[in-house]
């Protein structure tokens, strides 16, 4: 059994790789950032998600016909999928960059605006009350991003 370390310190007496031109260079960067990229997204388990939608439905669709009291705008739920994948691109652009940076702000005000338009629908609560409040916000939104970093 040998003990390999999976990511080993590059060694300061190693000279840099030369490379014949820029392309080569280029190709070679590309590829360094699309291994980096594929072994953060690797260490992530988001298999669950698609499942747990298929229980939630299944759920759904027996308790209407069982004819038990559900929600009227059961559908209103699939809003909940874009709103999901908008908090994990916030997180996960606040994990890359340790703050909060005008990409992940947007995806978090994304996030929080489905959210809301989702909770309004399901309980039948007046939409006409909610699309001022929500202009508002995005435009607040809008004004408090424009001062983060890029």
Do not use: C, K
Request: proline share 8%; charged share 15%.
């Amino acid at each position: 059994m040998t003990d390999q370390n999976p990511n080993p310190i590059p060694d300061p007496n190693t000279p840099p790789p030369t490379y014949r031109d820029w392309r080569e260079q280029r190709r070679a960067e590309r590829h360094a950032r699309r291994e980096a990229r594929w072994q953060r997204r690797s260490g992530r388990p988001y298999g669950w998600f698609g499942g747990a939608i298929l229980i939630l439905l299944g759920v759904i669709f027996l308790l209407q016909n069982l004819g038990l009291p559900f929600l009227a705008n059961w559908w209103a739920l699939f809003i909940f999928i874009p709103a999901f994948g908008a908090f994990v691109t916030a997180w996960n652009v606040y994990q890359e960059h340790g703050r909060l940076t005008r990409g992940g702000a947007g995806s978090l005000t994304v996030g929080i605006l489905l959210t809301i338009m989702a909770v309004a629908f399901l309980l039948n609560l007046a939409t006409s009350m909610f699309w001022p409040i929500l202009l508002i916000a995005g435009g607040v939104v809008l004004l408090a991003t424009a001062f983060l970093p890029a």
